[in-house]
Every structure is written in C-alpha cells, then in structure tokens.
C-alpha cells in the first residue's frame, strides 16, 4: 500500500538538509512512495515580501534584490549538492525563477489574493525541482509532478477548495502502481482553466492527506524538527510535553485554536478512510512518533495550551440603539466569510457583537472599513489569545496571573482568554 511522507521547509532549508532526507526516503523501500514537499526554508515568506516589492512601483530597486536574494539561494543549495555536475538542476531553476519574474509582472495590478497564488507557488516548484535532481543521483528512482494539475481547485486564492472526483482521478491516474518516488508540491493547486491556487498557508500538511485520502495510503507521516505533536509550543512553554495518541477529532479542535503542528483541514480526508498520521523527527528518526487516529481514549489526559499573537479584538455595536439580532449577526459573519478571515474568539451581547482576528492588515483593514460604514466598530491591537483545551480545575486563574483578561470564553471542554501581549510572559509555564 502506499505510504505519503511530507517534508516541511525546515527538513529541506539548505543542501545539508536535503542529503538528510534521502536516507529517510531510502530505508522505506515499500512502494509507491508519495513524498510532498514544501519551499525551502523560509521561501515563502520571502516570496511574500517579493509579491508586495512587486505591487508597489516605486519598489522596483528593492524587488529586484529581493529576487537576486532567492536566487542566490537556491544557486548556493544547488551548487553545494551537485558542484559543476551535468545532474545540476540549475536550468530548470532558472526558468522558474524566469516564469516567477514574468507572473509578477503579469499580475502585478490583479486582485492580491489571485497574484499571491500565481507567484508563491514557486516557491515549491523550485524546491521540488532540486530535491528531484537530488534524489535521482543518489540512484533513488524519482518522478517529478506538478500539483497544479494534479490537485484541482475552485478559485478561491488563497484558500481554495478541492474538487474531489477530479482530484482523485488525476492523481490515480498519474501516481498509482509505480515503483518510483512519486514526488510533488504541496500547498498547492491548480484550476480547470491552469491558474495557480494555494490551500492556505502552510496548507502543505493538508495536500499530503488528499494525496492519501485519493490513494486509499497505509500512512501519512509528516517529517519536523520536533519528535512529534506536543501540549504547547516548546518555545513558549517551558514544561511543554509530546503527546504520544490523540484521536482526529482532538487534533483537528487543537490545529482550529492555532496550535501550528498541523494545518486544520488536514484531519478530514484521513479519518474518512481511517488513515494514521504519524509526526516524527528528521533529526531523531528513531525517536517514539505521535499518532493521530480514531482512538479518542487519551485525549483528556494531559491539557494543551495554545497561544495565538498579533490579536485584533473588534467591537461591533448597532448605531440606533437596537438589538444585535440575527439579521444583523449574519450580516456581519456574511462580511468576515467575504474578507476571508475567521474568528478565533467570538462573544455577543444584547448590543454587541464582538471578534477576535487574526491582525492581517490586507484581509482585516477592509472588513473594518465595511463595518464603518454600517455599525460602530471599535478595535484594539497586539493581544495574545490563550486556549486552553481540557483545563484542569484553577488553571487558567493560574495561567492568567497578574494580567487583565480583556475577554473570556469557556465550554466544556476549552477555556479562552484574551490579554495585552505587553502584559504576557515570554515563557509560560503549565501549572502542575
């Protein structure tokens, strides 16, 4: 049966990396072999600083370091595997550095999510290009697809949506019963009409599982730098442990509150064929992974905490001094679907309606802007949201001391706060 794996950008950032993963790749002689990877390193958010040198006229000088940057980069990656070797993927690298260059210009007066697609999903062609090369002269059979014609989408940019049956026709048709390598991009897609679409950002997680969910896989594992899926960020948390089996369900709650491990659509097409999802370490391969699966025993054994910084909390309130009723709460949520945003906090009253967003200034500035024009909105900047899933008795009080909570939410199973970032610690602490 067919196993997918799937590197991220820190598993592929330079050329040591990459030889790291062919002995990865190398032990699993089980085929097909379905490997999706993403840009090197921090491209993409390179490239996303490209893309708004490339909207702006009067930042052609900066634009054009920006690209000289990339390309540097990746000549440097190239030079360091493949020396002056006729195996050296480097024309194919420029072309697509060439196509890049030309998108932007192509596009440069589109709509911004439509020019963000047909120009970021470069930075996965390129990488996917050179860790083709890679694999094939260390004798390791690897065929090249492109995902833009094997993943079809609506043209939601940004955030596309699958289509299914086509999908899952194209990839079977194209990758199974082979004995190769059969490596490919992830987040990223492709129209009926060839236009570049994007899953959402680090939506990578998720294209490994509709390769999986379309070629019925044994396994899905998804390489990191870390050994496995853990209750909080390591970085802010300084008791911070792994979790070794969780269930979909907990998984897909954890990645919805911003929990970075895995992208929150990902689960989905797995639990519907019962695949596993398995997160190991690239660097200690051998290490215990975590497992996702259908087992939802051991999900409330240990809490998880979750911080999402770069909040914006948005107060919505009627002008003339009436009821925040249904009418008005789907206008307003009608307005957030436009913009493309989602909610990570939602409270109401009688007379106001308030949201917690994400603080990006291309998507949330003109949701604001709408809003105006109906209602009185007020905002506050640069909070920080805690979620805490499965709280044990008094710890969020403990969590929370010595700060304001600006807002609450609780349920069963999860409790919400919302601070000033000023007013938060840089490590946090989990109490006993």
Known sequence: MTTVFKFGGASIKDA???????????????????????????????????????????RTDEYRQCLDSLKTEHSEAMKALFGDSGESPAERVSALFQELDAQHRKHRSSPYAKHYDQTVCYGELISTTIVAAWLN???????????????RTDSRYQAANIDWPTTAESIRQQL????????????????EEGEATTLGREGSDF???????CLDAKEVVIWKDVTGL?????RRFDNAVQLERISYAEATELAWHGAKVIHPKTLGPLQEKSIPLMVRSFEVPDTAPSVIDAEQRFDADVPSCILRQDQVWLEVRPRNFSFMDEPRLHDILGRLVEAGMHANLVDSS???????????????????ESLQGDYDVSRE??????????????????????????AERRNATTAQRLFHSRDCPETWHIPD
């Open 207 to 213: 294209s490994a599982a509709i390769f999986a969910h």
């Open 176 to 191: 199974e019963d082979s004995d190769s390598v059969l490596l490919t991009q992830g987040f990223i897609g492709g129209t």
């Open 381 to 406: 900047n640069d909070l920080t949201l805690l979620t805490v899933r499965h709280p044990q008795a008094g710890m969020m009080d403990e969590l929370s001391k010595g700060r304001e909570a600006l």
């Open 230 to 234: 853990f209750n909080a960020d390591p």
């Open 350 to 368: 009688a007379m106001r309606f308030a949201l917690c967003l994400d603080d990006k200034p291309e998507r949330l500035d003109p949701l604001v």
């Open 137 to 151: 002269r260390c004798s390791i059979a690897t065929d090249w697809h492109d995902a833009r014609k094997l993943v």
């Open 16 to 58: 040591d990396a990459i030889r790291q993963l062919t002995p990865l790749i190398e032990a699993h002689e089980d085929r097909p072999l379905v490997v999706v990877i993403s840009a090197m390193g921090k491209t993409t958010n390179k490239l996303e600083a490209l893309l708004a040198a490339a909207r702006d006229e009067s």
